[in-house]
């Protein structure tokens, strides 16, 4: 129930109350209504994690590339010390 | 889809395996507390990268699995109701109450609806409005804000004949109930990422520094999780118990604020049953103030027959990580998905659900054997 899927911000529509401001969010092709509230600074282009119809984070790409960063440098170091992966 | 298929890769996974072993000289035995996190250990066959050393204990993270059968029997009755539009989310309807489930009431000719968001339900509310349309709001802290904007919403718009069965519950207390267990065996947790990116992390340094336990903010691809293991791994092999974000890339130390506010406005924190654990203090959400109004318990008052569990399923040990699903002498054989006995059988992030249906059936290649409380 905790599923929550990543998508990019298509659209957003001006409500005057944030509290019912949507946006269309694309899930690789899949176009949904998604409510936008509990993320106020998100823009077109932006990806958002998606919950029931609701945004509840903006993705940070910086940090979505940490992991393959540090993987890269374990590499280098495996290879630097001669090791042969398993 | 991007932030997804990346978190898939083989020689990745492989990678941090072999990083994982590296660093592992003693048995050490992690918990992830989330169900979505246990269905992608299981179905992705993690546990078959990692060493010997480590086991890894699923836990009480299912919402569907802890509600309490007292709320599916209520919930079972108010859809029976021909005045009542019963909305779920599809994963309550196979749960087995004491002598039916939502399904059943659904084949039975009830009006049960299948909706993706609570707001979903609340727009049936709106063109229905000579029914009564009840929400079954179950869920962890990742859903409460979904849920707290469903009632907000009707209030502002004056929505009458809507309201809300809530079955909400908190990890943090849980991770306390099993921590100051007797039985306890888990040396180290993975946090549920959507349940921090919701609330952030900071509530758990207290708990980590309490009972000396690392505990991980992690995700819920393979990579996230293997990650997390590395980093609850480094931590015990280092002798340190800290709380530490592997799923930075959505999850803030705060966590989302607007989505905090608006539950506090809308919840209190109450005591909660959970199913096959029992009632944990201040472990859950129920409605506040005005918007009690949309209580479905209080619109719709419930005298039902006692509960009835069905005495061979054994979901509580499962949901805290003390036996595991194909340890239980009814599993794919008295209990499927089809005949469920509990709740983690028909769940999609129950554990009994995910050894079932990705073929964790037989003791071979799993560790069943989990270290003595003394070995902590």
Known sequence: ?86 | MKFLSEYRNQKAAEQLARAIRKKVNRPWTIMEICGGQTHTIVKNGLEDLLPREITLVHGPGCPVCVTPIELIDKAVALAKRPDVIFCSFGDMLRVPGSSKSLFDVKAEGGDVRIVYSPLDALKLAKTNPARQVVFFAVGFETTAPANAMAAWQANHDKVDNFSLLVSHVLVPPAMEALLSSHNCVVQGFLAAGHVCTVMGFEEYVPIASRYKVPIVVTGFEPLDILEGIYMTVSQLEEGRHEVENQYARAVRREGNRPAQQRIAEVFEVAPRQWRGIGEIPASGFQLRGHFQQYDANRRFPFAGEPAREAPECISGLILQGIKKPHECPAFAVKCTPENPLGAPMVSSEGACAAYYHYGRRQNQNVQSELPSPASR
């Open chain 1, 1 to 86: 129930m905790c599923l929550a899927v990543p998508g990019r911000v298509v659209e957003i529509a001006d409500d005057c109350d944030i509290a019912f401001r949507r946006g269309k969010v694309d899930f690789g092709g899949i176009r949904k209504e998604i409510n936008l509230a509990y993320t106020p600074g998100v823009e077109v282009g932006d990806y958002v994690l998606v919950h029931v119809g609701f945004a509840i984070s903006v993705i940070d790409e910086t940090e979505a590339q940490r992991v393959f960063q540090y993987l890269e440098e374990l590499d280098a170091v495996n290879e630097e010390l001669g090791e042969i992966p398993q």
